[in-house]
């Protein structure tokens, strides 16, 4: 979940390395650092300072620069807290060798006694400090700081990507992975190595993806990848999309990049079913590269993700079942490896992420080829590590999304999740081409659908406004509202960190309802089922709840419904199925509201960080 980056070869090397850092503070912020060789030492700044860390850090290294190699890093904290003695870079006990690190070291109390033993000293509470340590057993022993790399990832234990440079070797970056990213790239006379492309765009050339265990030796003019028993190995080139321009990546004249990635949903639909049609009319998913025999053999699906793209995935099971009489099981990919699912080749096994990274979906994807069946992910980054491990991928075009909360990636989830739904659907001859077509046509209709939405935002503003200081949230809906509920949960919390809880409507009378009290905000998605939610809405508001409602345009009746206080209107949607990707519209712009009304980095929350590459 820390941005990783390194440069060599290049006279401003601590711009770039800054700029890229200021790039990749969505992996994390709790703190930045640089070192770089300079002189025959080397020179390292580190700052601690929130979610402002990398604002800390330009100001500690205002005037410097000149150096060619150095490597930087931000933080999200895992083993001991964000300060400036746990921020990267870590030295060893000579000051030679600086290193970074991405991940965690699940041995490293086992390694840190056997260092402590030996005599070494220990700055940090961090797991990484054992990494730059037994660098320097290694490299004392004689080993080349690329060899010792790969003696030290041999011993280290987990998931996790090390970056590191020497003043003993001052134009040499190392660089080793082991299933969280890593990529390297070069351009004439300069090498780079980063954990995520957009640190690089508009840097590099040529870009290259490291496998696990392979360690890759940059220099200006050369890069050598090795395997783990240091033979030659070739690293995976990768062709970088254009839409991933650093244009794409920066705000443009939007307060922050939640509200641009919200207001480029419509876009994102719209890219996200480009050419997906053939000329006689049936649905094709060129990059799939699973065809419509492969497909016909499924007898059941597995949705694995995590987060918002968990609850897009519970939208694909409506779908998928609905459309193509296909069970569907969508887990929580963290709790899917650990159960023993019962899988089978004729089972497909659908990663759903934004990244293409995030490790508990990684491995669940993993322990589902182990037992052999068809993987297929669903990624908004091509040649993510999960799209390349994958039999198929099916991306969504929203270009890159900064934001930690996720909005536009959501939305074009659902919309992809959908188009394979269908796809299934007319593979399996479960519905006929009109019906496949009709719908398809149906779907091109949400990108005005999301724009009006997006025009109503005046109206959620006037909502977020009257709830004013209240500090409890329940989001109920049925159905295909259910999933909506959670994610509208999900984005308050992170975002505001008010207390939100998503809920099936039928379940607050289980138990939630106990919680309910004057001053609790429900918000309800009135459809689906909306005679049974209008009860749902009246239990809660006999309680003393102040009910937001959510209800499409021509619903005027929900204005006279005993309890509520609010609506907030979404156009309707021709097809039933679609209106998930509508409805959170209105749940993305409470959320911002609201947290903007309580001063928060809608960008930047608090204890969080976009790609999560640990377990
Ligand atoms: O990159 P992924 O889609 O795999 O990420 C999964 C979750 O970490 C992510 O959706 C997270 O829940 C977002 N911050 C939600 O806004």
Redesign the pocket.
Known sequence: MCGIIGVTGDDGALEVIIDGLHRLEYRGYDSAGVATVRGDGLWRARAADGTHSVEALVTATAGCGGDRTGIGHTRWATHGGPTVENAHPHVDCTGRIALVHNGIIENHAELADALAGAGHRFSSQTDTEVLVHLLETEVAGGAALGDALRAVMSRAVGAYSVVAISADDPELVVAGRRSVPLLVANDDGAGFVASDVSALLGRATRYFALEDDQVAEVRPASLRVTDPDGAEAEPTALSVDPAWDVVAAQKGGYDDFMSKEMHEQPRAIEDTLFDRRDHDGSLVLDELHLGPDDLRAVDKVVVV?????YHAGMVAKYAIERWARLPTEVEIASEFRYREPVLHERTLVIG???????LD?LEALREARRAGTRTLVVSNVVHATMAREADGALYTRAGPEIG???TK??VAQIVALEVLALALAQWRGTLGRPAVSLLFDQLHELPELVEETLGRSKEVEAVAAALGGARDYFFIGRHLGYPVALEGA??LK?ISYLRAEGYPAGELKHGPLALIEPGTVVVALLDPLREKMTSNVAEAAARGATVVALASDGTPEVAGLAGVEHVLHVPAVPEPMFAPAVQVVPLQLLAYALARRLGNDVDRPRN?A???TVE
């Open positions: 993700a995590c987060g918002s793209s759903v992420s934004q990244s293409g990274e995030t979906t930690v909360a996720s990636c959501h999900l984005k992170e969080l976009k790609t999560v």
